[in-house]
């Protein structure tokens, strides 16, 4: 799961994972120069993810490595960052046989609840790489079954939120309301990549 600090510093945001009175940790904290600091176990639990889920996974924690990119979500994320999170993710991705899929943002398991990593991520890199997905269009279908069907886990009477939180990945910058692209955008992944 990818997350970013809200932090000025990453030593900062590395500081106040590693302290015991803030209640959080993560697996990996990676600086904007791309230094990454490995502060937890990949089997063990670190507490990064918090409330959500993603289907049928609602203890996050548990089942999840987390990595804390240095970032206030208000700026570009750096080259050297950029390929830092490349190089940690293959590693990950292949120890614990990770299909790209299953590679999703703080914002996707905890819609309206966190934000991040945010409209400036570039899924698309990743996808390129083979890190994340990228999606195609396939014939709008029924946004909330298809979101559900996909991993997203909320009451279809709150759309706003996933809407928000899919829209930073998969088209940054659209708004206004839901529309047969953001539609036919979802059908292709809930068909490509159901999590049942």
């Known amino acids: 799961m990818l997350h970013y600090t809200a932090m000025g510093s990453a030593e900062g ?29 990949e089997e063990m639990r670190a507490w990064h993810a918090g409330a959500g889920a993603w289907g049928s996974v609602d203890d996050v924690n548990s089942r999840s490595v987390g990595i804390e990119i240095a970032n206030t979500g208000a700026e570009p994320f750096p080259e050297p960052q ?4 490349e190089r940690l993710m293959q590693g990950i991705m292949a120890r614990w046989s990770i299909p790209p ?32 997905i990228r999606p195609g269009q396939a ?6 079954a298809d979101a559900r ?24 910058g659209a708004e206004g309301p839901l529309d047969a ?12 990549w159901p999590v049942a």
């Not at 940790?25 to 600091?37: F, K, N, P």
């Not at 014939?139 to 909330?144: I, Q």
């Open 181 to 192: 692209t953001d539609r036919a955008i979802m059908a292709d992944l809930a068909a490509r």
């Open 149 to 172: 069907r996909f991993g997203y886990v909320y009451d279809p009477a709150n759309r706003g939120p996933v809407l928000e939180a899919f829209r930073a990945r998969f088209r940054p």
């Open 13 to 41: 945001a590395r500081d106040w994972l590693c302290n015991p009175d803030s209640g959080v940790s993560s697996h990996y904290v990676l600086a904007r120069d791309g230094t990454c600091w490995h502060l937890v176990d």
């Open 101 to 132: 899929e299953r590679v999703i943002g703080h914002s996707d398991m905890a819609p309206g609840r966190k934000i991040d990593p945010g409209p400036r991520f570039d899924w698309a890199r990743l996808a390129r790489r083979g890190l994340s």
């Open 139 to 144: 014939a709008p279908g029924d946004f909330d």
């Open 82 to 85: 950029m390929a830092a999170l």
